[in-house]
Structure formats: structure tokens, C-alpha cells
């Protein structure tokens, strides 16, 4: 990966959620492995797309050729299944004191969960929920379509330039950068699909507020 810079400066923060504030990965592996099962797939080619995009858009990738109905229908149930489980749902490192500095700053969750699932995991990861949230009943594309992230912006009024989005999974990568948005990459998967800088948790960002109303966003060195 590029050498990424020291700093960004942001006025508002974009923020996913699975992999990025929640470590869900047990729940999403069991649910997802059990699918697989169901429809005759190799679990393991499985999970290496299911991150970042819902549920519908991964079973399109895996089944091209599934009327788009049944795919939406096995979502629902695919949902209520990750609602309902959430044993080892636990904080990303970092992400809880990383979501009280924040809290006056401008920022919105951008989910490929539906409000339900994401209630479930932030609340059982002991995480405060943001008042602006984009999830999705909210938006007609998944990632990597940017819909999700421009409208994030356009909620919290920021300009999608002067917004800084975190990620964990190529197509949320993906659709931040299309949204025209810078990305801090957070996590293993992130590092190598070209965020503008990564770190592995969120322990290792440096936070500063400015009485410009913007903030600068640095790495804490090893």
C-alpha cells in the first residue's frame, strides 16, 4: 500500500459499522456458513464477499443467476437471524472512547444493516448509537454504491469532500470513494484495498478538534 498521510482534516465523519465500530465477524460466520450450507457453496468462498455489502447484493455476487426476489426473501430471514444472535459482539479496539470524542462532532452511522441490527450490535457491543443514521431501509443500492454515504453527508449538511468515512471492507471503501470521500481504513481487511490512511484499530487514531469546526485525524505512531 502507498504510503498513506500523517493527517486528514474532516468536518463531519462518516462512520460503518461491522468491522469498523463492532466486531461481529463470529455472528456473521456462523450465519453466513449456514446459508452456504443451504444453498450447496463453499463457506469459505462465501465469507470472503459477504463484508460490507447487504445481504441481498453478496447472494446476487454468489447466485448471479437467483431471481433477485428470492435473494431479498433470503435476506429478511438472513436478518433475523444476526438480530437474534449477538454472542460475541464486542467493540472494535478503541471504539468506545473513540465514539465519546466524537460526540460533539458532526457524524452519522452508514450501515448495510437494517435499524434493527444495527440497535442489536451497537447495544450489545455497549456502544452509543448515533442520532443521524443512515441503514438499510434507507437507501434503494448497497455498497459499493455510494447512495448510502452521499446521503449521509446530505443529513448532516457537510459537503461529501469535507467528509471523512470509516471502513473496513472493499465495497465500503468503494463506495466512499465514489461518494468523493476521503476513507481511514480500519482493520485487516482494510489494508489492502487503498485507504487514504489505515490503522488497525481504532486505538491508533489521534483525534483533534479545531475552533474552525473541522478536525484533523492523525495516526499514534508504534
Known amino acids: 500500500m502507498a504510503a498513506t498521510p500523517a493527517t486528514l482534516t474532516a468536518r463531519a465523519l462518516l462512520l460503518d459499522m461491522d468491522g469498523t465500530l463492532v466486531n461481529s465477524d463470529a455472528v456473521v460466520e456462523r450465519c453466513w456458513r449456514r446459508w452456504a450450507d443451504r444453498q450447496g457453496l463453499d463457506a469459505g468462498e462465501v465469507l470472503k464477499v459477504v463484508h460490507g455489502r447487504q445481504g441481498y447484493a453478496t447472494m446476487a455476487v454468489l447466485l448471479p443467476d437467483r431471481p433477485m426476489a428470492e ?4 435476506n429478511a430471514v ?8 449477538v454472542d460475541g459482539v464486542v467493540p472494535v479496539a478503541g471504539a468506545p472512547a473513540f465514539m465519546d470524542a466524537i460526540t460533539g462532532f458532526p457524524h452519522a452511522l452508514v450501515t448495510s444493516a437494517d435499524e434493527a441490527l444495527a440497535q442489536a450490535r451497537m447495544g450489545a ?7 443521524t443514521r443512515v441503514t438499510a431501509e434507507l437507501v434503494g443500492a448497497s455498497k459499493p454504491d455510494p447512495e448510502g454515504f452521499l446521503k449521509g453527508a446530505a443529513e448532516l449538511g457537510t459537503a461529501p469532500s469535507d467528509c471523512v468515512a470509516f471502513e473496513d471492507s472493499e465495497a465500503g471503501i468503494q463506495a466512499a470513494k465514489a461518494a468523493g470521500m476521503r476513507v481511514v481504513g480500519i482493520g485487516p481487511r482494510a489494508a489492502t484495498f487503498a485507504p487514504d490512511v489505515y490503522v488497525p484499530d481504532l486505538t491508533r487514531l489521534r483525534l483533534e478538534v479545531h475552533e474552525d469546526g473541522t478536525m484533523t485525524l492523525g495516526v499514534v505512531p508504534e
Open 78 to 85: 438472513m436478518l433475523a437471524e444476526e438480530t437474534a444472535d
Open 125 to 131: 457491543a455497549g456502544l452509543r448509537m448515533p442520532a
Open 71 to 74: 435473494n431479498h426473501a433470503d
